[in-house]
């Protein structure tokens, strides 16, 4: 049975890593950013609900009284 050669190994590794740092690289610079990001305002509107104007009571099944 042979031995297995690993003398390659070495350079096989380093290059594919050298190649998945050159890629992501490339891929980040190629991606844009947004320079300063702004906030937006947003206008909040007053809605009309018809349980604002007059007053309610809930009532508990406890405080009825008993029959």
């Known amino acids: 049975m042979p031995q297995l050669d690993t003398s390659t190994w070495f350079i096989t590794i380093v290059s594919t890593l050298l190649t998945l740092f050159i890629i992501m690289q490339l891929k980040v610079s ?20 018809p349980w604002e104007t007059k007053w309610t009571k809930i009532y508990s099944l406890l405080s009825l009284p008993l029959r």
């Open 30 to 49: 190629s991606h844009h950013y947004h320079s300063t990001p702004e906030p937006t305002l947003t206008k909040t509107t007053k809605l009309s609900t």
